[in-house]
Structure formats: C-alpha cells, structure tokens
C-alpha cells in the first residue's frame, strides 16, 4: 500500500459496529485502506513517550487531516469529520523481538467532541486510562482532553489486556490533563437510563445512526447543534436533547420536527399540568406502530422523547429533561 509503512488499524471500535450495520443509510461494507497522508497543514503531533516498557517508538508516524482522513478509512471517515477533528497521527511501536502496536492518536479540537467520538459506539466503558476508556478484543480506546485514542496490538498472542493497558497509560501521561463531558449531558435523566447508550454529537447523519428518524433533516441540525442521546426503559425509549445557536432555531426546528410527527401521528395530548408558558406548549403524539412521541422547547433547547412505550413515560421523560435543563440554565 503507497505512502504507508504498516498496516491501518484504524479505530476498530467504531470499524466494528459500522461493518455489521447500515452506515447512515448510504454506506454499505466499510473499507479501510492505507494511502499516501497529505502534509500535516501546520498540525504539530503530540510528543509520544520514546518507549514505555519495552515498547520502543518507531520513526515516521503518518499524519491525515479532515481531507486525506479518506485515504486511511473510508467511510468511517465521515464520523470523525461531523466533529471538530483536525487530524490523526498514527504511530507505532515495537518491541525488539518484533512484536507490534498501532497507536491512533485524534485531535478532535475540543473534549466535547473526544468524548462525542468515544461515545459514539462504545458498549462499555471503564475508569483509570484517560477519562474513560473502552477494550474491544486486541484494540483499547480512550478519550482525554481534546484526543481521542486507540491501540491496535498487531499480533493476536499476545496479552491484549496487559499490553493495551501498559502501552495506553504511557501514551495517556503524555497528554494534557483528561476534560469535562459536554454539560448537555447532565440533562439525560439518571434514572430508567440504559448503560453506556449515551451519546454526543451534532449532525442528521449522526442521528440517523443511533435512531433512524427520517431521510430529512427535520430537527434542522448543524455541525453547530450540540445533541445528546440516550435509551431508557421500559423497552427502549429515545431520549434526545439538542441545544440550537439560539431560541429562534429551535422554535423553527420544533415546527418542523412536529409535521414530520403529525403525519404519523393518531391522537394529540395538550399541555401538561403545571407546565410553564416560558417552557412552550408540550405535545404528546401516539404513532400508528403504538409508540409515544413528546416534544418541547425551552429557550435554545428542543426535547424529544421518541419510541415510548406509554404517554405517561413521554411525558414523565420529557418532564425530567426539563428540570435537568432549568438546572444546566442556571
């Protein structure tokens, strides 16, 4: 493969998900492949740790930016860049009896957004590398500051476990100190909520991925809409918040959200008890497959609960977004 020096590893955690499903209802199997990386556009790599343990830095690591991201995977590329991704620099390490690592480091330009492409198909996560991380068989992935990390282990006999850890914390040490998840994330309700479903992101495209809604973009959303994600139960209702730039967008988004629900809908709910003005004019639609849909806006912010499996649960989910938002807004 031209321009490349070992093989692309790249991300299998989210590679693996997206292999089995339909990558937002226009990819089909996702390819990975190597390619020759542009320049890096003035992007300076983090500084890797020489070695750590026996494992020694090789020379040479390649860089791709929001445009050669293609020539490393296809397909898959497109899920870095609906973030703020600036590049990757792909690194390797080797031991002297020849045993190999690929380490993918991501600047995804902001924590936000680290731990939006962490989260984006993470099953699990555990504490003690970076501010969070996730193994998924020979690769381990972590977020930390504005980089999002994965190590591939080249060889499958090894100790995946101990040589993941080993090498991950040595590359965590060497960047800056792990930040915040998005605050939007403290409006997703604790209780009821599915484990690891959590998700940030921004795009239609994204949506489509984690709930299929529609071929429109009918929330209106922008690479600048900041969205949160996530199952509860019974069954497995969809909570979604999305903070809009401003009041205006999200009462244009809500009307358009609302026809799109209208033509699906068979009966209309009013306003809730002891619902405020400010907070807008909740509406609760039962869809013809029997589920529940319940929206409403306060300020820059649009709530929807969608797939429920009762009235009650909509409006019961919406009503506690509500309360963690009047929190996040003080």
Partial sequence: MPGSTYPSWISLALRAPLITGLFWGSFGVL?????????????VPMPLPETIGEWVLQADPLTYDRETIFDYINGA????????????????????????LTVE?????????????????????EEGIGAGFERKGSVLCFWQDRFYVCVAAEQRDEDPEAVLGEV???????????????????????????????????????????????????LQLTPETDAALARFQPGSTYLLVINYENEGDASAALSSFRAFLAQDSVTRGGAAAGESAESGVPETVANQDGSWASTSQRGSFVVAVLAATSEEVANELRAA??????????
């Fill in 321 to 330: 977004a509500l309360v963690n938002i009047t929190q996040l807004q003080k």
């Fill in 31 to 43: 390819l990975a492949g190597c390619g020759n990386p542009n320049s890096d556009n003035g992007a």
């Fill in 77 to 100: 590329g497109e899920v870095y860049r609906s973030y703020a991704f600036s590049h990757v620099v792909v690194n390797r390490y080797a031991t002297p009896a020849g045993l190999g």
């Fill in 105 to 125: 480091v991501f600047d995804m330009g902001n924590a936000e957004d680290a731990f939006g492409v962490f989260s984006y198909a993470r099953e699990d996560e």
């Fill in 168 to 218: 991950a914390r040595g590359v965590s040490g060497s960047l800056p100190a792990p930040g915040s998840r998005p605050a939007l994330m403290s409006t997703l309700p604790e209780e009821g909520r599915i484990a690891y479903s959590d998700r940030f992101f921004h795009t239609h495209q994204s949506l489509n991925y984690q709930h299929y809604l529609a071929r429109e973009n009918v």
